[in-house]
């Protein structure tokens, strides 16, 4: 039989018969009381004598575990770098393509403003050469291009892809400390609390405005297996 497992089995024992030692115990006396104390002290060496024993086992468990973590690390790493590229391009071409749908947004925008100012051009031209019910109709007109242009969106086709989902969110592009304020809506940001305004920022939905504060939309690509 291995020593290791020898000894072990020894103290073991030993420990087994501390326990039963004290289990009925009954102290009556200074002396029955001054015994105790030094089964207390027996139980504390034991105790030592246990954790001895298996340190060594412990730390070299330790460092096999840790050599097999670190060779675990380092294969990760390729991988882990390569799904954040892989997530950086994913969100910029989400994002590109909210983009354009903005800037789609905006050109019938203008395009329905320029409309509105045709029409209210028309119906004043109209007006003025005793044309009213066209002017009237002019006007109506103008007023319908009006509600459009107010209205005016685009929706996109919906990026659906198995095991993918994205998520809007914020990043701190810079802070310009002099400039914030000590409390903002209610909170304490001063000395800048980074968390504090990450907060104030997600509940506005990327509306707010902080003073010595920018920040940007980003995109974040969730992947999934």
Known sequence: MPVEVVKEKEIQNEVNRVEIQ????????????EKAAEIG??????AKTVTDFFKPMKDSAYQAHKAVCDREKTMLKPLQEAEKILKKIMSEYYQEQERKRLELEENMRREAEAERERKLNEAAELEKDGKTEEAEVALMEAQIVESVAAGATVVMPTIK????SNRKDWKIESIDHGKVPVTFSGIVIRPVDEKAVMRLIKASKGSIQIPGIRYSEIINVSIRR
């Open 41 to 46: 002290r027996q139980i504390k060496e034991k």
């Open 161 to 164: 892809t198995k095991g993918v």
């Open 22 to 33: 004290v289990k009925d115990m009954v102290i009556s006396s200074e002396e029955e009381y």
